[in-house]
């Protein structure tokens, strides 16, 4: 058997994707193959399949990764306004926790869709998971 050719094979049976693009529609709410129908069919809930095209989008797995860069983007936004908060004004603490507490948990909700669909954006151009055609089937992966 020629390794190559099967190589070869494989990889003409999938048409590059646009990494970026996917990525911008997912964070859109839109579908990442076409950026017509909605990715989500509930606040974080993605829909099976593209309304649209009917792109198969049930294969993500963003699992963990949308709160976890959500984390690290609030982060990453409110800490230097926050510290240049304390240092301008020096108000009390609980004037603080007023304005933090609903600020993150308000930026941390308007994020997460957006990154969410990003990462299931990532995972559709990168053939990630069942993107994949050639990757298994999922109840044979359950079989084990
Ligand atoms: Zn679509």
């Keep these: 058997m020629n390794t190559k050719a099967s190589v070869g094979a494989i ?18 709410g ?3 193959a076409c950026g017509e129908g909605h990715l989500f069919r509930r606040y974080l809930k993605v829909a099976d399949h593209c309304p649209a095209c009917g792109e198969a989008l ?13 984390i690290f983007i609030a982060g990453h936004l409110l800490v230097p306004v926050l510290l240049a908060f304390e240092v301008a ?3 009390a603490l609980w004037v603080h926790a ?4 609903p600020v993150t948990i308000l930026l941390c909700m308007a994020l997460l869709p957006v ?11 990168l053939y990630m998971h069942g993107f994949d055609p050639d990757s298994p089937d999922e109840a044979e992966l359950a079989r084990g």
């Design 58 to 70: 049930f294969h993500q797995r963003a699992d963990d990764a949308p709160p976890y860069f959500t």
């Design 98 to 101: 007023l304005i933090w507490i």
């Design 115 to 125: 990154v969410k669909g990003a990462i299931v954006g990532l995972q559709w151009a």
């Design 30 to 32: 839109r579908c990442p």
């Design 11 to 28: 990889h003409a049976a999938k048409t590059p994707r646009a990494v970026f693009p996917a990525m911008l529609r997912g964070a859109l």
């Design 89 to 91: 004004y020096h108000p």
